[in-house]
């Protein structure tokens, strides 16, 4: 594994800390300042600008008051001074005391800049639930 690859996987992992932590401020220090930022969250139009999509951030924090998240199918690229990370997040939550489980097919897209790599785009697809199959399909 390269040195940028690491070091974009600890990005990666940054967002996922910050995003558990609830905390504005820890999510503020994962984005880009010098680029323009846009997000995607399920179910929202897309959001683009620093204080829009911190804004969204503030919104969800104070709606939430746990999530945790298992990231699934992680997987790297890297060109250049750009990087994008796409996975499944499986998230566990609380919303108005109930108990949410969740699965987003996630696009993370990291910039190099002179801070190290800092995320410039996130996006988020929710993800139908489907029973395991346990027979082989049939052709009629």
Same mark, same amino acid.
């Given at each position: 594994?390269?040195?940028?690859?690491?070091?974009?996987?600890?990005?990666?992992?940054?967002?996922?800390?910050?995003?558990?932590?609830?905390?504005?401020?820890?999510?503020?220090?994962?984005?880009?300042?010098?680029?323009?930022?846009?997000?995607?969250?399920?179910?929202?139009?897309?959001?683009?600008? #620093?204080?829009?999509?911190? =804004?969204?951030?503030?919104?969800?924090? !104070?709606?939430?008051?746990?999530?945790?998240?298992? *990231? $699934?199918?992680?997987?790297?690229?890297?060109?250049?001074?750009?990087? #994008?990370?796409?996975?499944? =997040?499986?998230?566990?939550?609380?919303? !108005?005391?109930?108990?949410?489980?969740?699965?987003? *097919? $996630?696009?993370?897209?990291?910039?190099?800049?002179?801070?190290?790599?800092?995320?410039?785009?996130?996006?988020?697809?929710?993800?139908?639930?489907?029973?395991?199959?346990?027979?082989?399909?049939?052709?009629?």
């Amino acid at each position: 594994m390269s040195e940028d690859t690491k070091l974009v996987a600890q990005a990666n992992e940054n967002f996922y800390r910050a995003f558990e932590s609830l905390d504005v401020k820890q999510m503020e220090k994962v984005w880009a300042k010098e680029s323009p930022i846009q997000c995607g969250h399920p179910g929202w139009r897309i959001l683009r600008g #620093w204080n829009v999509v911190m =804004e969204s951030w503030r919104r969800i924090f !104070e709606n939430t008051p746990m999530i945790r998240f298992l *990231l $699934t199918d992680v997987a790297i690229e890297i060109r250049g001074n750009m990087a #994008w990370v796409t996975l499944y =997040e499986n998230l566990n939550s609380s919303v !108005e005391g109930q108990n949410i489980s969740a699965t987003v *097919l $996630t696009t993370n897209i990291f910039e190099k800049g002179p801070d190290g790599w800092r995320m410039i785009h996130h996006h988020g697809s929710s993800v139908a639930q489907q029973a395991p199959q346990t027979d082989p399909p049939t052709v009629h």
